[in-house]
């Protein structure tokens, strides 16, 4: 039972450039979340998602597009990276039940835009 | 605008002694209170939580207080071990939708010997 794991764990980008990141989970959770975390800040929710094709903003979702055709996956996209998209980026899954249910984080990607 | 605030980036305690980790909100609608442990290179870990209509909860070594009144909560370890040295992230939880955490900024705690 691997949990919740992400590929690549470090990328480097230059400017303009696109890529996506791969989150994956095992545990048949309908819920997964993807979130940004900056020095001196706690994680801040970019978008997230209740269910195989389906997709909703967070906080901070300008320059991020997701999509979850599977619903062990959910994909990150960067069209056009910028600098300010330098972060390390979590991915979560939870299901809901009850009213209040733990989120299972991934390891984490370390991206770098230059 | 910061809904969740953790005023102390860092925080060093003797082994064996209490740690105590403080968080400070502002949004009534919270609805869980949550805290999750980060170690360098891996995602952060549920530890603890607790319920708007509580004002106490322990699991072990840990436990968590809730000030409704002063909007604050904290974790409080006793003792403290050398493993527990990481960085402590306070969150709360918003239903919309989806259960969404708002999180702290974090605090470093560090136990020395």
Redesign the interface.
């Known amino acids: 039972n691997a949990g919740?794991t992400q590929t690549p764990k470090f990328r480097v980008l230059k400017t303009g450039q696109s890529m996506t990141l791969l989150c994956a989970q095992d545990m048949n959770h309908e819920?997964m979340?993807w979130y940004r975390q900056d020095p001196?800040?706690?994680?801040?929710?970019i978008h997230?998602s209740?269910g195989e094709g389906t997709t909703?903003k967070?906080?901070v979702p300008d320059g991020y597009n997701v999509s979850r055709l599977k619903k062990q996956n959910f994909l990150l996209g960067l069209e056009s990276a910028a600098p300010s998209q330098t972060s390390v980026y979590?991915c979560?899954s939870?299901q809901?039940i009850g009213?209040?249910?733990?989120?299972?984080?991934?390891?984490?990607t370390r991206l770098t835009v230059t | 605008d910061q809904q969740?605030k953790?005023n102390s980036?860092s925080l060093s305690v003797q082994e064996g002694r209490i740690s105590i980790l403080n968080c400070d909100y502002t949004n009534s609608m919270f609805?869980?209170f949550l805290w999750?442990k980060k170690y360098p290179?891996?995602?952060?870990?549920?530890l603890i939580?607790i319920?708007s209509i509580k004002d106490k909860n322990e699991d072990g070594r840990f436990t968590v207080f809730l000030n409704k009144s002063a909007k604050h909560l904290s974790l409080h370890i006793v003792p403290s071990q050398p493993g527990d040295s990481a960085v402590y992230?306070c969150?709360a939880?918003l239903?919309q939708?989806?259960?969404?955490?708002?999180?702290?900024?974090?605090t470093r705690l560090t136990i020395n010997p």
Do not use: H
């Open positions: 919740v819920y979340y001196g800040m706690g994680l801040r929710l997230y209740v909703a967070g906080e979590f979560a939870s809901p009213r209040f249910y733990e989120q299972y984080f991934g390891p984490g | 969740v953790q980036p609805d869980y999750y290179a891996e995602g952060p870990t549920f939580s319920s992230f969150a939880s239903i939708g989806a259960q969404k955490l708002v999180f702290g900024q974090g």
